[in-house]
């Protein structure tokens, strides 16, 4: 199994509503990441965890919350976001000590 | 900090090669990649190579690294209509695995 697996594909939200993205693979990978993507755009690194723990935060407004239950799951819980936080969210996994990153097929926010 | 640029468009006819260019400024890189990206989709890795190599290839593509110009690129030989979506470069940074991505090319093979 080399897949990253996201859901939903699609979210549309309210400003006032609260949400969650989650992010699985199997491939026993240490490291997860979540990317925001806006249209045309190249994908811009949001988080890293590395051993379950966050390792990089990118300066990423407090509205996104990244959590890693396990080594497997990643989720980001989306509170009072803001219409510009629309976008492309991708997650993505590897090795800590080789950087081939696998990416999800994201998930398309809309933000009303 | 890094920085990682590409040219906006490539137009291609099916069957020809093309070529795609990037070039980077942190030189510290460890890895750098091409991925592929489709219209709604993620991005699919296409291929990496290590900052100690000056070239790879696999099947019908083909990376070029010259890293005294800081100049990465990609040759798609025998270009086929699938072949059409952006392509992003990225290299990883001293880390390995926190990557800086191009603004993407986007390529339009044409029949």
């Known amino acids: 199994d080399t897949e990253v697996t996201q859901t939903p594909k699609h979210l549309v939200m309210g400003m006032t509503n609260k949400k969650s993205l989650k992010c699985e693979q199997h491939?026993?990978?240490?490291?997860m990441y979540w990317y925001k993507q806006k249209a045309k755009k190249p994908p811009e690194l949001m988080f890293v965890?590395?051993?379950?723990?966050?390792?990089i935060n990118e300066s990423v407004p407090s509205r996104f919350s990244p959590e890693c239950p396990n080594s497997s799951l990643l989720n980001l819980h989306l509170h009072a976001l803001q219409p510009e936080d629309s976008a492309l969210y991708l997650c993505?996994?590897?090795?800590?000590?080789?950087?081939?990153?696998?990416f999800g097929s994201g998930t398309q926010l809309s933000v009303l | 900090g890094e920085d990682v640029e590409q040219s906006l468009f490539l137009s291609v006819r099916e069957g020809d090669s093309s070529v795609i260019n990037c070039t980077y400024t942190?030189?510290?890189?460890?890895?750098l990649y091409w991925y592929k990206q489709e219209p709604g989709a993620g991005l699919q890795l296409l291929t990496y190579?290590?900052?100690?190599?000056d070239m790879k290839q696999d099947q019908r593509l083909t990376v070029l690294l010259n890293k005294k110009d800081k100049h990465l690129s990609l040759r798609i030989a025998d270009t086929q209509t699938g072949d059409s979506a952006i392509y992003f470069c990225?290299?990883?940074?001293?880390?390995?695995?926190?990557?800086?991505f191009g603004g993407g090319t986007r390529v339009l093979v044409k029949p």
């Open positions: 993505a996994s590897s090795q800590i000590t080789v950087g081939e990153l696998f």
């Open positions: 491939m026993g990978h240490r490291a």
């Open positions: 965890y590395s051993y379950e723990k966050l390792s």
């Open positions: 942190d030189s510290s890189s460890t890895y």
């Open positions: 190579i290590f900052s100690n190599m």
């Open positions: 990225a290299e990883s940074g001293a880390a390995g695995n926190k990557l800086t």
